[in-house]
Nanobody, 113 residues
């Protein structure tokens, strides 16, 4: 059974840091990504890590967030957090051989001003 389980969310003051983790199991994953969804807004792509090791970021988080990966666990280091980073953060991964996409359950990040 394929599972993606996020952890590491919480409440932090503006300027602080959090590190999110997403442990994927049940398959081998190629591209893994972090998305976020703020109340009343559409889910947006935050960061991408391909199986080839390249990364990409939304303009709003460049220079502050870093995606990294060890095997099937992907991390999102978030520094210099702003209140507008408040959202539920979701991990998404594509299975390497089937191409199927899977989502985690999400983890809440709240940044107070």
């Amino acid at each position: 059974q394929v599972q993606l389980v996020e952890s590491g969310g919480g409440l932090v003051q503006a300027g602080g840091s959090l590190r999110l983790s997403c442990a994927a199991s049940g398959s081998i994953f190629s591209t893994m990504m972090w998305y976020r969804q703020a109340p009343g807004k559409q889910r947006e792509l935050v960061a991408v890590d391909t199986s080839g090791g390249s990364t990409n970021y939304a303009d709003s988080v460049k220079g502050r967030f870093t995606i990294s990966r060890v095997g099937n666990t992907v991390y999102l280091q978030m520094n210099s957090l702003k209140p507008e980073d408040t959202a539920v953060y979701y991990c998404n991964g594509y299975e390497m051989y089937s191409g199927n996409s899977h989502w985690g359950q999400g983890t809440q990040v709240t940044v107070s001003s």
